[in-house]
């Protein structure tokens, strides 16, 4: 799974813009929602690698998965990574995800 998401280019830039322009929502009304700073929110948009336990918060706001968050589409692996996902940040954890050029 994670080589996979290392093949994917984050789009959470534009998905974020689109769910926001769609409903209407802020920097600042999505911050007051979720708890994820509004200073968070703006580095995602200027395509800074978001944490995930943020990014989850932000995904289920808005109703999407975490995987259509970051990449603009479904996930190819289906439901049953959805699922391991969500169990494992149930928890509390750190992870840190950097893009890596090729």
Known sequence: MID??????LKIKDVLR??????????LS????????KSTIADWMTNRTPNPVQAVKIA?????????????CEDPQGK??????????SGR???DIRRIQR
């Open 4 to 9: 996979l998401l290392m093949e994917q280019e």
């Open 93 to 95: 954890f750190e992870i």
């Open 30 to 37: 999505v911050s007051q929602s979720t708890g994820v700073p």
């Open 18 to 27: 689109d769910l926001m322009k769609t409903r209407g929502e802020t920097l």
């Open 80 to 89: 049953g990574n959805k699922l391991y996902l969500e169990e494992i940040l």
């Open 60 to 72: 289920k706001y808005f109703g999407v998965s975490l995987y259509y968050l970051l990449f603009g």
